[in-house]
């Protein structure tokens, strides 16, 4: 239960949040019209962040009315934002690997939450009984591949170029990523509920296609950049790429031996989680943060007065050294993991919360704190 509960807090309290986050600032920019409703998306959110504690702690203690009350809020939250963002989707004049990325991705949301559902029904019915283990992982799958990652596919399509300066790149293995990740998660998943190992295997043939063509896409961009000396933000998402690749390796070595291999299970989560989708988010997030307060803070201050960059918001050498744990935790999780070590697993956990303790205080310095070359002298009394 407290896996669960940490996991959720995980992929639906950040990583969901983050996405749709990110989504209400690119969707008018990528699709050339505004967000459907600003109204819906604020209810949409104070339903889901207020949703996704409790379901966890619901989850935790076995408290079945802070599940229910949870649950529905968090189903509440997720609908009202699927719905504004097809509705923009809908007012869009673009329809392009962007486009189709978030429209797959949204769809695959709302999979995922009825595979949850089920998974939750089941915890007092038993209604899927022994079938519990394969609709957990096609629930898995549904809600980190169709979702998280088939965004982060059309997303990256635009921005990696953008924030590399990176044009004139080869931009069809996007489209060929999209496309494969889309249907190797419909036949992954029913293969799995369904226990078809035929379609289970095509299913992770494609989805493995479409790994290596994001992966090779997102090589093509960093090849063909004008700057060739990376921000810090992008050695983020550099980094990501090899657990990406790992993670990938896993999980059909996993899919071979079984589900039994319960080591080699958590280590593929973790590897695709922690060292892949945490790190691209967070190298993303240094780009696109700093830049939004930036403007909120001094965009009306243009030409009056010495201003920082959007770059001079947040340290440099503390996010290299968030970096630095990030990847480090990872490793040594996955040692600890490999090695049945509890004190090497706890030891990596340490140093992941002493990376995610970094970047909360970056994400504060960016929205609170001036750099001292900039701010204002005080008053001299007269």
Not at 16 to 26: K, Y
Not at 179 to 205: C, D, E, S
Request: net charge positive.
């Amino acid at each position: 239960p407290r896996v669960a509960a940490v996991t959720h807090l995980f992929t639906l309290g950040w990583l969901t949040l983050t996405i749709f986050g990110a989504l209400s600032q690119l969707l008018p920019v990528a699709l050339g019209a505004p967000i459907f409703s600003l109204r819906l998306g604020h209810t949409a959110f104070w339903s889901f962040a207020a949703g996704v504690p409790l379901l966890a702690a619901g989850m935790a203690t076995d408290h079945a009315p802070l599940l229910a009350v949870g649950g529905t809020l968090l189903g509440a939250g997720v609908l009202l934002a699927v719905a504004n963002v097809a509705a923009t989707l809908a007012r869009g004049r673009t329809h392009d690997v962007t486009w189709a990325g978030i429209a797959v991705g949204v769809a695959y949301l709302t999979l995922a939450l009825l595979f949850g559902l089920v998974l939750a029904h089941n915890l007092t019915s038993g209604v899927i009984a022994a079938a519990r283990v394969r609709v957990l992982a096609a629930h898995l799958h549904i809600a980190a591949v169709g979702w998280a990652m088939i965004v982060i596919v059309g997303v990256a399509n635009r921005l990696l170029p953008m924030f590399l300066l990176a044009h004139g790149a080869d931009t069809r293995w996007s489209r060929r990523a999209l496309a494969a990740l889309a249907a190797g998660v419909a036949l992954f998943a029913a293969g799995m509920v369904g226990g078809w190992h035929t379609a289970a295997w095509a299913g992770t043939l494609l989805l493995e296609a479409g790994l290596a063509a994001f992966l090779w896409q997102a090589y093509a961009f960093y090849k063909v950049r004008v700057r060739k000396r990376l921000d810090v933000g992008m050695q983020f998402a550099r980094a990501s790429t090899g657990f990406f690749a790992a993670a990938g390796i896993m999980g059909a070595v996993l899919l071979a031996l079984g589900v039994a291999h319960v080591r080699l299970g958590a280590a593929y989560v973790v590897t695709g989680f922690l060292g892949g989708l945490v790190l691209f988010v967070t190298g993303f997030l240094y780009k696109i943060v700093p830049l939004l307060s930036w403007t909120a803070r001094f965009g009306g201050r243009i030409g009056q007065t010495a201003l920082p960059t959007a770059a001079d918001l947040y340290s440099t050498p503390v996010a290299r050294v968030q970096l630095a744990l990030s990847v480090a935790s990872v490793v040594l999780l996955l040692v600890g993991i490999a090695a049945a070590s509890p004190m090497l697993a706890r030891a990596g956990a340490l140093l992941f919360l002493a990376a995610v303790v970094l970047f909360v205080y970056q994400i504060v310095r960016v929205r609170w704190v001036t750099p001292p070359a900039f701010r204002s002298p005080p008053a001299t009394p007269s």
